[in-house]
Nanobody, 114 residues
Framework: QVQLVESGGGLVQAGGSLRLSCKVS????????VEWYRQAPGKRRELVAQ???????NYADSVKGRFTISRDNAKNIMYLQMNSLKPEDTAVYYC????????WGQGTQVTVSS
């Protein structure tokens, strides 16, 4: 069974950093595009960052210059490095990986205090 396991969330002060990880297991085909989403209570789930298998990246304007998405194709692990965190970054962060179809992680809470 394809499974995405996320880790790295937690509580951090404004201006701090966190690195989220998402490991994909149970696959027998290469992972295509990987994306990170986030959703705060009462808000829509939004696309934060995207990286293709070739390494092309896209970012939401709100995180551009602060967040970096990367991937280790050999280990099937994707990362979201979050720097200069702001309270408005507080949300549940989800990873999504495409292998023929889309698979989602369970989400990990990121809380940024003032």
């Amino acid at each position: 069974q394809v499974q995405l396991v996320e880790s790295g969330g937690g509580l951090v002060q404004a201006g701090g950093s966190l690195r989220l990880s998402c490991k994909v297991s149970g696959i027998f085909l290469p992972v295509n595009t990987v994306e990170w989403y986030r959703q705060a209570p009462g808000k829509r789930r939004e696309l934060v960052a995207q990286i293709t298998r070739a390494g092309n990246t896209n970012y939401a304007d709100s995180v551009k210059g602060r967040f970096t998405i990367s991937r280790d194709n050999a280990k099937n692990i994707m990362y979201l490095q979050m720097n200069s965190l702001k309270p408005e970054d507080t949300a549940v962060y989800y990873c999504k990986a495409n292998i023929i179809r889309d698979y989602w992680g369970q989400g990990t809470q990121v809380t940024v205090s003032s």
